[in-house]
C-alpha cells in the first residue's frame, strides 16, 4: 500500500506542478499584454505630439510661413479725385452689345 500512497502524492505534485506553471504563464502573459498596450500608447502620443509639432514649425517658421507684402499707405497726394456730378457711376450709361451676324453657308 506504501506505492499507491506514494503514487498518489506523486500525482498530486506533478498536478499542482503543472497548474502553477499555467498559473505563472497566464500571468505572464498578462503582464506583456499590458506592458505591450502601454509602450504602443507611448509610442502613438508621441508620434502624434512630434506630427503636431512639425507642423506647428512648418508653418510658423518654415517654408509654408506667407511671405510678408509691403502695403503702400495712402498719402493725401494718392487719394482718389472725387467724383464729379456729371461722373456717377450710377448715371453713367452701360454699353449693350450688339449681335454679332452670323455667316450662312451657301449651297
Do not use: W
Not at 512630434?50 to 507642423?55: D, T
Amino acid at each position: 500500500m506504501a506505492t499507491g500512497k506514494n503514487r498518489a502524492e506523486r500525482e498530486a505534485r506533478e498536478r499542482a506542478r503543472v497548474y502553477e506553471a499555467r498559473t505563472r504563464l497566464h500571468e505572464a502573459r498578462i503582464a506583456r499584454r499590458r506592458r505591450d498596450n502601454v509602450v504602443g500608447v507611448s509610442i502613438a502620443v508621441a508620434v502624434i505630439a512630434l506630427a503636431i509639432a512639425g507642423q506647428a514649425l512648418f508653418y510658423s517658421v518654415g517654408p509654408g510661413v506667407p511671405e510678408p507684402t509691403v502695403t503702400p499707405t495712402p498719402t493725401e497726394s494718392s487719394a482718389p479725385a472725387p467724383l464729379l456730378p456729371s461722373e456717377d457711376p450710377a448715371e453713367t450709361p452701360v454699353p449693350t452689345e450688339s449681335p454679332v451676324p452670323t455667316e450662312t453657308p451657301e449651297g
